[in-house]
């Protein structure tokens, strides 16, 4: 097959069409060989796995992963002896591997973060924006809510998750709020999305979806307790490591993070396998010798747009789907 179409026309040809975040940059970083093994950890709607199978051969292979199950059942309807899919957690990635028969892989692509289908679904309780129910675990068939974590946690811990995973200023504030609702309303307390909304909009005094950056001030508490319920960074550091150890010499990681704590993990992380972040003499200032890196890094694609008003760059044009105005994309080759 060629290489050189657009990948989000491949998609839509395909029928597997989805507005997938960084669509062509993540499929060109991956340098798709017509008979190479991939790897899809965050399936989603498809958007990037459809593009990966319209750049395949008949002797190519793509191996999709999500522990969402509704992204599973999506994946189940595709029709492509080239493709399968695994419902799992990036934890769980050796032993999917090994089940599909696959030692080492051509390339890792790692979609981070919420989905705009989990987003737009209230049912599911990720969003601010409609209420519904406090759940916002992407696997809803294994852990625990955000809701029974906020009744059951200590309002020390509840503060560190807001600092730590949402870098919340007001995060005792916030946790005082919260504790103080639960001993108040006790098994009635924060039932749904939009009560902890308008509790946080309260505990920092601001208007809801008036505040200095733009953002509605639930954002950052919201961010936090995704990251904790699911253990998404947890998740992050072992998927990191056991994509490393299973790509071939060439392979790539390609890794979309959405805010800081993800991005500098992902960043570090290939610094440092890259031997990058080798102690130096402190006399000299020379790097001190370290193992053989494992990897080459290759740089990152930062598609956010300009600010209002100012003109904008060519090669940074307003992106068709919101959620990549706060990606960034990093690349890595296996040596």
């Not at 997938?20 to 990037?48: E, S």
């Not at 800081?260 to 960043?267: C, F, H, I, Y």
Request: with cysteine; proline share 6%.
């Amino acid at each position: 097959m060629a290489t050189d179409r657009d990948p989000q026309v491949d998609a839509r040809a395909t029928g597997y069409g989805h507005q997938a975040v960084l669509l062509a940059p993540a499929i060109d970083a991956l340098a798709i060989r017509p008979d190479g093994r991939y790897v899809d950890c965050t399936f989603g709607r498809g958007g990037h796995s459809g593009a990966i199978l319209a750049r395949l051969g008949p002797a190519g292979r793509l191996l999709a992963i999500d522990r969402d199950p509704q992204a599973v059942a999506v994946a189940r309807t595709w029709r492509d002896a080239r493709f399968a899919i695994a419902h799992a957690r990036f934890s769980e990635l050796d032993a999917v591997l090994d089940a599909h028969g696959l030692d080492r892989v051509d390339g890792v692509l790692l979609d981070l973060g919420v989905s705009s289908p989990q987003l737009d679904d209230a049912a599911r309780g990720f969003s601010f924006r409609a209420d519904g129910p406090l759940d916002m675990r992407m696997d809803p068939t294994r852990g625990i809510t955000a809701r029974d974590w906020l009744l059951a946690a200590t309002e020390e811990d509840i503060a560190r998750v807001l600092r730590d995973y949402g870098e919340e200023r007001f995060a005792v504030r916030i946790a005082a709020a919260i504790a103080a609702r639960r001993r108040d309303a006790g098994d009635e307390a924060l039932r749904t999305t939009g009560e902890l909304a308008a509790l946080v909009a309260d505990a920092v005094r601001r208007p809801r979806g008036r505040t200095e950056t733009g953002k509605d001030p639930a954002t950052r508490t919201f961010q936090a307790l995704r990251i904790h319920v699911n253990q998404e960074l947890e998740e992050l550091a072992i998927v990191l490591a056991k994509s490393v150890a299973r790509l071939a010499p060439g392979g790539r990681l390609v890794v979309i993070s959405f805010h800081s704590l993800e991005d500098r993990m992902v960043k570090q992380f290939i610094a440092h396998e890259a031997g990058r972040d080798a102690p130096r003499d402190p006399v000299t200032g020379v790097a001190q010798p370290v193992a053989a890196p494992r990897l080459r890094m290759l740089g990152r694609v930062l598609p956010r747009p300009a600010a209002a008003g100012a003109p904008r760059a060519r090669h940074r044009p307003r992106p068709a789907n919101p959620r990549e105005r706060s990606a960034v994309l990093r690349v890595a080759e296996r040596l």
